[in-house]
Structures are given as C-alpha cells and as structure tokens.
C-alpha cells in the first residue's frame, strides 16, 4: 500500500472507512467495461436519487457522455475527509473520478475510459460517493448539490 494510500486510511475516522469498504477486490475483476445504454444510464440515475433522497441528484452532462454531481459540505475539512474515504474506495475499485475541490465543495465528473462513457462502474462510484456524503452529513438535505 502506497504511503498515500495509508495517510488517507489514517485520516479516515475507522467506522467510516470500514462501513465502505468494498467487499470484494475489484482488481480481479479487470474486464472491458461496457457503455450503459442512454435508457439504463437514465435509470440508474433515478435509482441513485431514490435510494439516497438526495434533494441534489446526478446529472448526465451535456457536452460529453458522462455524469457529474457538485457535494457541498460543511467546511474543507469535512470536503476532505470525503475526498480521502472516495481515494480509497477508487484505488480498491481501480476506477479514479474526475474532480475539483474548492473549499467545501467537490465537483465530481465520472466517465469509464476503457468504453468511451458511463458504465456500470461510474455508478458503482457514484453509489460509493453517496454512501460516504450521507455518513458525514446524516440527516441533512445539503449531502449535496447538483452541478
């Protein structure tokens, strides 16, 4: 493990690195990812929005295939510890998000390279992304906002 690896393992409060932890290793399963049909990528969408209840939910960008999601959080420290429990879970999944972080807000941009758009993968990170936000803001409607 990278020592940046266990910096941000470290800095992770343990109850909520362990909670999202995938249960698998992602890196036997290397495979040739596989576009989401725009009717799938849609759905996965409204599923993401139901299972979260997020007032703010992911949206498919307009100038590329690919979907994105602004989290705003109480302050940077709070954006970072976010950003720390994501690094981890990307390097696991071998699946790294595109983003940009300015204080208390992280906009994400997720896109599988291998098939030129959304795949299964970017949902299963953005599924991740969620489940890390809700555990830092529980009971709040400002887990995050649209881009």
């Known amino acids: 493990m990278s020592m940046l690896a266990r910096l941000s393992i470290h800095r992770l409060s343990p109850s ?14 290397r495979t040739m990812a596989t576009l989401l049909s725009d009717a799938d990528r849609t759905k996965s969408i409204l599923e993401l929005s139901s299972k979260y209840k997020s007032p703010f939910t992911w ?3 307009s100038d590329r ?4 999601k ?7 420290g709070q954006a970072w510890q976010f950003m720390s429990g994501v690094a981890s879970v990307a ?9 940009f972080n300015v204080y208390n807000i992280v906009e994400v941009t997720l896109s599988t390279h291998d098939c030129g758009g ?8 953005a599924d991740h992304m969620e489940e890390i936000s809700a555990k ?5 409607d400002d887990a995050g906002s649209s881009k």
């Open 91 to 99: 390097e696991e999944m071998d699946h790294h998000p595109e983003w």
């Open 65 to 68: 295939n690919a979907i994105s």
């Open 70 to 76: 602004t989290f705003t959080f109480r302050d940077f």
């Open 118 to 125: 959304v795949s299964v993968k970017d949902i299963e990170m």
């Open 59 to 61: 949206e498919e960008c």
């Open 16 to 29: 909520l690195f362990h909670s999202c932890k995938l249960s698998r290793s992602f890196a036997q399963q």
């Open 136 to 140: 830092l803001l529980p009971g709040t």
